[in-house]
């Protein structure tokens, strides 16, 4: 670890040039005492590593020194493509694994490409998961991961709704979808899922996970993407079922795809005209009638719903029971 340490020391004062302890501390990850004994080991075998006192100082390489010691190892190569993604890479045991290839790329590009790479880095920057919502705990995903890359077998006890049971899985993949990870895996032959069958489990309801020395052969064919998307389709279209006719207001259209994304989306591409009032009318499709209505209330007073009849008594109800929640005051 300490040797990939200084590689990495080395290439950030190759590539940025001056930087203070503290700096280079913070990029690393460590100690600035650890930085300092760093320093003076890669002095020690030749590198020449200068510093500078002052207000303006810090550590920097002889003007014209460069390392060509840029070649990438195999699961740094592998992790570049997190590269937008550096919470995620660390929840994979890849963080540093990450920050070492990002500097070998830099490192080898000419100056004006590695200054567009700063430019571009400086000015976006991708945050993968949902608004006010804590991370899942997923103390398992790197043995997860590791498992996906060695093709090996794994068995462990996952909780679902109706309590927890025990697979064997074959893991193929791992998906991140709105701050959540995802294992997508064969069932093993003896579990109730059925031989060959191609599940979907959430990487925070693992309970138990011991990697077993099996390795197992990956389906000829099998698309990762492809069968997510496919997933997801199979997923919406069994959720949302039924269809609930709308009034909106201009407010309820915009709150609408906000509340229910690519189905709010649907529902206002076929919308009917808008009236004197401003309202219009659509069709949505909703999941079964509780959770409907829970989520019909969450559009307020910018909505009303027209029909199934079911439908709206049910949302009637709601509304006369929250009402007596709150009497006026006297």
Same mark, same amino acid.
Do not use: C, I, M, N
């Given at each position: 670890m300490r040797a990939d340490r200084l590689l990495s020391l080395l290439l950030l004062l190759q590539g940025r040039g001056r930087m203070t302890a503290p700096e280079l501390a913070a990029d690393l990850g460590v100690s600035v005492r650890t930085v300092y004994r760093d320093i003076e080991a890669l002095s020690s075998s030749g590198v020449p590593v200068y510093a500078d006192r002052g207000p303006a100082g810090g550590y920097r390489l002889m003007d014209g020194y460069r390392t060509r010691l840029t070649g990438l190892t195999g699961h740094e190569a592998g992790s570049l493509f997190l590269s937008g993604l550096p919470g995620p890479a660390q929840e994979l045991g890849l963080g540093a694994v =990450?920050?070492?290839?990002? =500097?070998?790329?830099? /490192?080898?590009? !000419? +100056?004006?490409?590695?200054?567009?790479?700063?430019?571009?880095?400086?000015? *976006?920057? =991708? +945050?993968?998961?949902?608004? *006010?919502? +804590? /991370?899942? !705990?997923? !103390?398992? =995903?790197?043995?997860?991961a590791d498992a996906v890359w060695e093709q090996r077998v794994l068995q462990v006890r996952y909780q679902r709704w109706q309590g927890e049971v025990r697979r064997e899985l074959h893991p193929l993949g791992i998906v991140l979808k709105g701050g959540i990870w995802y294992a997508v895996a064969v069932a093993a032959a003896q579990n109730a899922d059925g031989e060959g069958a191609v599940r979907t489990y959430r990487i925070s309801r693992l309970v138990e996970v011991s990697t077993a020395d099996e390795t197992f052969e990956r389906p000829a064919g099998f698309d990762l993407p492809g069968y997510w998307e496919a997933s997801t389709q199979r997923l919406e279209a069994m959720l949302r079922q039924e269809v609930a006719r709308l009034r909106l207001s201009p407010a309820g259209r915009r709150l609408l795809v906000a509340k229910f994304g690519t189905s709010g989306e649907r529902a206002l591409e076929g919308a009917g005209p808008s009236g004197e009032d401003g309202w219009a009318e659509v069709e949505l499709a909703v999941e079964s009638l509780p959770v409907a209505v829970s989520d019909l209330l969450s559009l307020g007073a910018e909505a009303e719903v027209l029909g199934p009849p079911a439908l709206r008594e049910a949302v009637i109800e709601a509304v006369r029971a929250l009402a007596a929640r709150y009497p006026p005051k006297v």
């Open positions: =990450l920050t070492t290839a990002q =500097l070998k790329v830099r /490192a080898a590009l !000419p +100056d004006a490409l590695a200054e567009h790479s700063r430019r571009v880095q400086d000015r *976006f920057h =991708l +945050d993968a998961p949902g608004w *006010f919502r +804590d /991370a899942d !705990p997923v !103390p398992y =995903l790197p043995q997860v």
